[in-house]
């Protein structure tokens, strides 16, 4: 099993502090290609901003895998200046506006310091009060005549910390999938091609993806992402039938989401394996979602994909919060899949 | 003062929500009590610190030690939420104060669990399906709010009370042309005030004793206000607070413009003599103020210390706040020195005799 420990929650830590939203994925980026540098036989950066890694196996018969994570998340874009450090901004990807009255955000490269606020209760009238809040009403204030660029981009201020068994930070999506598959490349087994796609893009229509799968060719993919765990409690008491996924209960195995049903070979792999190393793991109830499979499954001619994900609380929103042995587990259930990967698993695939 | 932003920064840090202040009275009664001659703690919790003046007494003087007296309340408490119940390890809240619920999804809080551990959480907004369906369209309302600590069902259980207080808990940041945002801004940055004004006292002789007292309680039921004002029977009072500041989605009559200077409040709740004073004062120093006019009340501690015993003629001084009520309160660090200079300043002009210049439709 590969390590888990200070180490790569450091580098979660990194990647979920910096911010990189979709179309401007740069930070990321950087972190990615330090990271893998060493360890690829190859690594490009593609005309839309991915990171395509290789690192050939040894031995006959090899399988080509493509392993995929994206690097985007969602967040906001300055699209006017309202003059005395006050900017207007519209959403990149699904942000939900009540996460965003009375949040702290960092614009731009420089990470400049700004507030969302909200018109104070007491100047309100009454119906203002419980009328849902629109983005257009909402403005991002850098402080008296603070400066910033029409087109730059921000996120949530959130920090890392790690809290009892939890992890609590912005971004839990994906940034546990770039720090999976960036630990998984550097303990490839040497039975496959490990062809790393770190993503651009997917939160925005999986455009990334959809490259990166047609330069890769790959004989099958897992894509490795972070679904969304609805396991509160219902407000009347009744049962929660609609959880998604829960906390503690391991990586998430997709069998069927709003965009792909899942290649049940991978599927049924993946339980064996888990099953076998003792590796607890749970199935994602079907239906709703989509993750950067559904983008290269249909690739090409088609290539059998799977994805796994790790369950989080809050998507999208300020602060996400995940179990750290969830984590680890996912961590264990890929590399022991990708340890006992063999043609078999696809049958054989035709060479156009 | 050459560290207001960190001291300010410090006291924003420090939990005291409504009936619970004690922790930030501990670190304002210690910056205090080498600017003054006593501290004490009142019954039901507000700090007073006393700063004897030089002065003999005046004929009009009411206070005990016939040296006329003039108290500055600046409230310590903030608003915040209580544990109402725990499910699944899970915890229902209500309000403390006037919370805008609709700041609270995705906010940064910290639970003081009864235990004496503070614990990180963040406030969370369930997915539809869980909630009724009159929840819907409208603003959720904080009682289908959930707030989560990261831990196991069973560490809540043993460590969180229903009761428990919460409070926000983001970090202050600093936002440019001098402007410190974060929560609690109301009304620590008024403390903060009164602080600068008591270290200016240091080096101006004045013959009134002023009473310091970071009052408690003044977001829920003004407890502080009534009873320090009782308990101290002051000659004069002065309250000192945030208003509206103009913003986004903020520009009507009761805002007026961050970083401008210091308001001077008008209005049946404000004693029209004192607040004539304050005004010219200003004039002469060129502080810059704006005039911040109400119709009854001012909704700060100004309106109990008013009508206090027989009465205490009352001032209210002010600097804007933007984004009142959420965890991003906004001021400009020059507007909270402003005030709390021109309150030194008027401290130090206070004749022995002022009480009995006081007079009516002039």
């Known amino acids: ?352 | 003062m050459a560290d207001i932003l960190s001291f300010l920064k410090s006291l924003v840090s420090v939990s005291g929500v409504s009936g619970n202040e004690a922790p930030v009275a501990r670190l304002i009664e210690e910056r205090w009590r080498p600017l003054v001659d006593e501290t004490r703690i009142s019954r039901v919790g507000s700090l007073h610190a006393l700063k004897q003046g030089s002065g003999k007494g005046g004929a009009l003087s009411k206070s005990k030690a016939k040296r006329p007296s003039i108290l500055i309340a600046a409230h310590m408490d903030g608003i915040g939420m209580r544990v109402t119940q725990i499910v699944d390890g899970f915890l229902r809240i209500t309000n403390i104060g006037g919370i805008d619920v609709r700041v609270l999804p995705g906010a940064e809080v910290t639970v003081h669990a009864s235990g004496g551990v503070d614990l990180p959480a963040v406030v969370v907004m369930p997915p539809s399906k869980l909630l009724p369906e009159s929840a819907e369209d409208d603003a959720l309302e904080i009682g289908y709010l959930l707030v989560d600590t990261g831990l196991s069902a069973r560490e809540v259980e043993k460590k969180v009370k229903v009761g428990d207080p919460i409070s926000f808990a983001n970090e202050p940041i600093e936002l440019a042309g001098g402007v410190l945002s974060g929560h609690t801004v109301d009304n620590r940055a008024s403390v903060a005030a009164l602080t600068i004004c008591l270290e200016e006292l240091q080096s101006r002789p004045h013959l009134w004793d002023v009473w310091a007292v970071a009052t408690v309680q003044e977001e829920t039921t003004y407890l502080g206000g009534y009873t320090s004002a009782f308990e101290i029977r002051p000659d004069l009072a002065i309250a000192v607070d945030g208003t509206f500041a103009k913003g986004p989605g903020a520009n009507g009559w009761q805002t007026h413009a961050m970083g401008k200077g210091v308001g001077l409040c008008m209005g049946p709740n404000i004693h029209p003599f004192v607040h004539q004073k304050l005004k010219e004062l200003a004039e002469q120093l060129e502080i810059p103020w704006f005039l911040d006019v109400t119709t009854a009340h001012s909704s700060t501690d100004a309106e109990p210390m008013q009508v206090t015993a027989e009465g205490i003629p009352t001032a209210l001084v002010e600097f804007p706040i933007r984004y009142l009520h959420t965890p991003v309160e906004s001021v400009a660090i020059k507007d909270v020195q402003r005030a709390g200079r021109l309150l030194a300043e008027f401290i130090a002009s206070l004749e022995e005799n002022f009480l009995e210049t006081i007079a009516w439709d002039i």
């Open chain 1, 1 to 352: 099993m590969p390590t888990f420990g200070r180490t790569q929650l450091k580098l979660l830590e990194e990647l979920c502090n910096v911010i990189a939203v979709s179309g401007d994925e740069g930070e990321v980026r950087k972190i990615v290609i330090e990271e893998i540098n060493d360890h690829a036989d190859d690594v490009r950066v593609d005309a839309l901003g991915n990171v395509l890694a290789t690192k050939r196996g040894r031995g006959k018969n090899r399988l080509k895998v493509m392993l995929d994570a994206h690097m985007d998340e969602v967040g906001l874009m300055i699209v006017a200046d309202d003059g005395d450090g006050i900017y207007r901004f519209e959403s990149v990807g699904s942000v939900d506006p009540r996460h965003l009255i009375g949040k702290q955000v960092y614009v731009g490269k420089e990470r400049t310091p700004g507030v969302i606020g909200g018109k104070p209760v007491h100047l309100m009238e009454t119906g203002e009060r419980t009328r849902r809040v629109s983005i257009d009403s909402l403005r991002i204030d850098l402080g008296l005549a603070g400066k910033a660029k029409v087109g730059e981009r921000a996120g949530f201020a959130t920090r890392f910390r790690r809290v009892g068994p939890s992890i609590m930070a912005k971004s839990i999506d994906d940034r546990i999938g770039v720090a999976t598959v960036i630990e998984l490349f550097k303990n490839a087994p040497s039975n496959i091609d490990f062809c790393a796609a770190f993503t651009v893009q997917e939160e925005i229509g999986l455009r990334g993806a959809k490259v990166a799968a047609q330069y890769f060719d790959p004989d099958l993919a897992m894509a490795v992402d972070s679904t969304p765990a609805n396991d509160l409690p219902d407000f009347d008491g009744n049962e929660n039938a609609t959880y998604n996924t829960k906390l503690g209960l391991g990586p998430a195995i997709y069998i069927a989401d709003g965009s792909t049903l899942h290649d049940p070979r991978l599927v049924r792999f993946l339980q064996v394996i888990a099953s076998a190393a003792g590796i607890p793991y749970q199935l994602r109830q079907p239906g709703g979602g989509g993750t950067d499979s559904a983008a290269i499954q249909r690739a090409l001619a088609g290539i059998p994909a799977v994805s796994v994900s790790l369950p989080h609380r809050y998507t999208h929103s300020p602060l996400s919060i995940s179990r750290v042995d969830d984590w680890k587990h996912t961590l264990n259930l890929l590399h022991a899949a990708l340890k006992k990967m063999t043609p078999e698993l696809i049958g054989k695939r035709q060479k156009k």
